[in-house]
């Protein structure tokens, strides 16, 4: 730990990296890059080098900057101060279609595949080889493609559809033709979070390999031992700076933990930081039961149980299994085995309708998929229960008129009902759907990320909105990807990691660290 | 997000929310209605145009011609408008309208079944039958309901000139005559008229004063988004497609009532009128947005529309239906830029 500090003022633009390679000159370095949104900084006079064939891992929580720092790189963004340097040159993006021109390839958690094109027409999406006259040079491309693919380890029928391979499979695709496309610089962000094990080192194979051509990687992820497992060095971002970039070498994943959480003073100040002592287990009854539940290639006997007015904290990273869970149980997706118990009676909610009227009640953390933007607030709240509150005829007054409460206790800006939803923004939206919610006390209320993209002001007052809830009674589950939410208000914590219950804390004291080594 | 940020960079100070004078607020509640006031500004231009254009537009006898012309179609479009609420479509109603026709007739004449007048509730059933397979192949099974109303509209078809031998049938229910007749009239309106008039007022009571009718907005405007609040979007979309048939099926029972015989092979070209009506008085093709209201009003556009180009003197009858789809094209133009008007409103409220 004693680099720690170090490493910290390094952060400052002046100082030197930890002496490195010092032969090898950076294909790219950024230099004291800087972005701004609003008020609000993403990137604070940030120094990055990536070394021409290194594998340059990239962590930090969530909002640490990576992203920003990413987008940057991709030409998404372009910084406010500071200077990008590419092979010795300083540039300045407009558009990524100019990154990729100089070589610079991103690989994106959400795969662009198209699933019924051929193998081979995927690895050449956008430069289909041609011949004299114009056409498509099919011969060439398969050849080309099963040559490509063949050297990163992937020996198949190039002729045969995407959709045939697996989602490791079609990442492959993705970076061959990132890499045929031309690119020296390749950005994974977050690749392994949906695949299997198998497939991960399958992966690590193929970035061991473009690193020995010669082509520099940043490997973007939450998980730290695949950070560990391939990086040769790793950047550590938080609060959008730069904490450290250390040599992978006895670098542990309680290291790194400690790196990103920091232990600078206003952190400290909130106790959740060093840790939280969970209350001991309530004696309540039990409202909602699951065992063993599984559903195929998603989530793997995961059993739980909440009680009346507690809140059960599921913390894990992206691509846990969470979301699945919570989906199965309001009903949207079927399980494939396992039990659901409510009011210890075996339930099986096969529809969100269904699942709605015993009780059951769930925010996504799809804002997309939960707000209707072109129509007005009222009309977003009364739906799910617009029986219960018009009876047989629709009446805007009385709709209205309990939104007009619901807004209020819930902290909608501006509070007016009848404004359309697409007008909030997304942090106002969220309580929108909350509210929603609240028209008729549920039983079971799962939210999903309901703070996201929350500031700190709306985040407060949404928690302590769930806290009331919880004194209501309302069993209540909550799903995080940020530790310090599901610490600050939870009963009691499950960490979720690939599919699966990790660990169950209760009655004990819990920190940061050691729910995100169980992640 | 790429646009945000450039213009966070561009202008640093910029402050679009300046408030606006009083004296504006005329504007943004036009702009906010201007889905509803675009198609009436056509519909008024219109009326005037013809009015000073033609001698004979303002007679009774003519106004009483337009309600006639329209109303069958107006019928249709009723239940065309659940569906496009809901972001679906339904290409059959003409096959289907056709169909029911052809079966209340033959039911009425009784080669095979005789059932007399129980033959309109019976070919009204069939009509709702069709509309429960419509319906349950797009929103059960996952047929685009593009393709499924297609293959519909020509088993409809299929079927009506099986039926038929694919021969008009030259009698009909009395009680449809009486319907569809020109002069049958209640104080010099037609029956016909009041009769088009009554489902399009049940159907606005359905859209906007029943919980169904929200549900279908709902899921029209935003299906996953129903889907997580509970609302049975499969139901909802299946049973738009069955008022929709059943709409049709009334509308193929006013036209062999004015018509006085069924004909197999007719009634083909109300798709387009419907669907054209409906569209043009506002109400989205993605769904969620517009209404009953719109419909009328679209309604009567096109009924002045194809009514008024025939009353202008000086025009060669040939070139009549290409002028006519020129000002359809010309009021579509209008609606799209009140669109836009009525976005940047509301957006910046």
């Known amino acids: 730990m004693a680099g720690t500090e170090a490493t910290e003022s390094a952060a400052r633009p002046t100082l030197p990296l930890p002496p490195l390679d010092a032969a090898a000159e950076p294909i790219l370095a950024f230099r004291g890059v800087t972005k701004r949104f609003g008020g609000a900084t993403a990137l604070d006079s940030v120094d990055f080098e990536l070394l021409p064939g290194e594998i340059h891992g990239l962590v930090g929580e969530n909002g640490a900057g990576k992203s920003t720092l990413m987008k940057i790189l991709s030409g998404v963004h372009t910084p406010d101060e500071g200077k990008m340097i590419l092979r010795g040159e300083a540039v300045q993006f407009t558009s990524p279609a100019e990154a990729k021109a100089r070589g610079i390839g991103v690989i994106y958690q959400e795969l662009s595949c198209m699933p019924a094109l051929s193998i081979a027409e995927n690895v050449f999406l956008g430069s289909q080889p041609t011949n004299r006259s114009g056409l498509i040079n099919w011969k060439q491309m398969r050849r080309d493609a099963s040559h490509h693919l063949g050297s990163l380890g992937i020996d198949v029928d190039v002729s045969s559809p995407a959709a045939t391979l697996s989602l490791g499979g079609q990442q492959l695709v993705e970076i061959a033709r990132v890499v045929f496309s031309g690119a020296s610089i390749i950005v994974l962000d977050e690749p392994t979070s949906a695949l299997s094990g198998p497939e991960a080192l399958r992966l690590f194979r193929a970035m061991d390999e473009l690193k020995a051509r010669g082509t520099s990687l940043v490997f973007i992820s939450h998980f730290l031992e695949d950070v560990l497992a391939v990086s040769d060095r790793v950047t550590v971002l938080k609060n959008s700076r730069k904490v450290a970039t250390l040599k992978n070498e006895g670098l542990t994943k309680q290291h790194l933990i400690q790196l990103m959480i920091g232990h600078d003073a206003d952190a400290l100040a909130e106790s959740y930081v060093g840790g939280v002592t969970l209350p001991p287990p309530s004696q309540a009854e039990t409202v909602l039961q699951v065992e063993g539940l599984t559903q195929a290639g998603s989530f793997h006997d995961v059993s739980f149980a909440v009680r009346k007015g507690e809140i059960l904290g599921i913390f894990g990273n992206l691509g846990a299994g969470m979301t699945e869970v919570a989906r199965v149980l309001f009903g949207r997706e079927r399980a494939t085995s396992g039990a659901i118990r409510l009011d210890n009676r075996l339930i099986a909610p096969k529809s969100t309708r269904a699942a709605k009227q015993m009780g059951i009640a769930y925010l996504s953390e799809n804002r997309r998929a939960t707000i209707f933007p072109r129509h007005e607030i009222f009309k977003n709240i009364t739906l799910a229960h617009l029986d219960q509150i018009v009876g047989g005829i629709v009446r805007e007054k009385r709709e209205i008129a309990i939104s007009t409460d619901l807004v209020q206790r819930t902290g909608v800006r501006p509070p007016s009902p009848t404004l359309r939803a697409g007008n909030l923004s997304g942090g106002n939206q969220q309580k929108v759907v909350l509210a929603k919610w609240l028209t008729v006390q549920p039983k079971v209320l799962i939210l999903n990320e309901p703070t996201r993209g929350m500031d700190v002001g709306a985040k407060r007052e949404v928690l302590d909105l769930i806290q009331a809830l919880r004194a209501e009674g309302v069993a209540i589950i909550l799903i995080s990807t940020e530790p310090e939410t599901v610490l600050a208000e939870s009963d009691r914590i499950l960490v979720m990691s690939k599919g699966q219950i990790t660990k169950a804390f209760a009655g004990e004291r819990v920190s940061k660290d050691l729910l995100m080594n169980y992640a | ?349």
């Open chain 2, 1 to 349: 997000m790429v646009q945000q940020s450039t213009q966070g960079v561009a202008t640093p100070s910029g402050d679009p929310g300046v408030q606006r004078p009083g004296s504006q607020s005329v504007l943004a509640w036009a702009s906010r209605n201007a889905r509803l006031l675009a198609p009436l500004l056509t519909l008024i231009c219109m009326v005037i145009f013809f009015s000073f254009a033609t001698e004979v537009f303002l007679t009774t006898q003519n106004l009483q011609n337009i309600v006639t012309q329209i109303a069958p179609i107006a019928v249709a479009a009723t239940g065309v408008t659940f569906v496009l609420l809901c972001a679906e479509i339904d290409l059959s109603i003409a096959s289907v309208a056709t169909f029911t026709g052809v079966m209340a007739a033959w039911l009425w004449v009784g080669d095979v079944f005789a059932l007399g007048n129980w033959g309109i509730p019976v070919s009204i059933l069939i009509a709702a039958a069709i509309g429960v397979l419509n319906g349950y192949m797009v929103a059960y099974i996952g047929i685009p309901s593009f393709m499924m109303t297609l293959a519909m509209l020509t088993i409809a078809r299929g079927m009506s000139v099986f039926v038929s031998s694919g021969k008009p049938i030259f009698e009909v229910p009395p009680v449809l005559k009486q319907l569809g007749s020109v002069s049958s009239q209640v104080f010099g309106i037609p029956v016909i008229g009041i009769f088009a008039v009554a489902v399009l007022i049940l159907g606005e009571f359905v859209l906007s004063y029943t919980k169904f009718g929200r549900y279908v907005y709902m899921t029209g405007a935003n299906r996953e988004a129903a889907e997580m609040s509970g609302v049975n979007t499969r139901q909802v979309v299946m049973l738009s497609l069955v008022i929709s048939a059943v709409t049709a099926g009334l509308t193929g029972l006013l036209f062999i009532g004015r018509l006085s015989s069924a004909n197999p092979s007719s009634g083909e070209d109300i798709l387009i009128s419907t669907i054209a009506a409906v569209v043009l008085g506002g109400t989205s093709l993605f769904g969620g947005e517009g209404g009953m209201r719109n419909t009328i009003l679209g309604l009567l556009i096109f009924g002045v529309l194809s009514n008024g180009l025939n009353l202008l003197p000086n025009i060669p009858i040939t070139f009549k239906q290409a002028l006519q789809g020129i000002v359809l094209l010309a009021a579509l133009l209008l609606n799209v830029f009140a669109l836009r008007i009525e976005r940047v409103q509301t957006r910046n409220e």
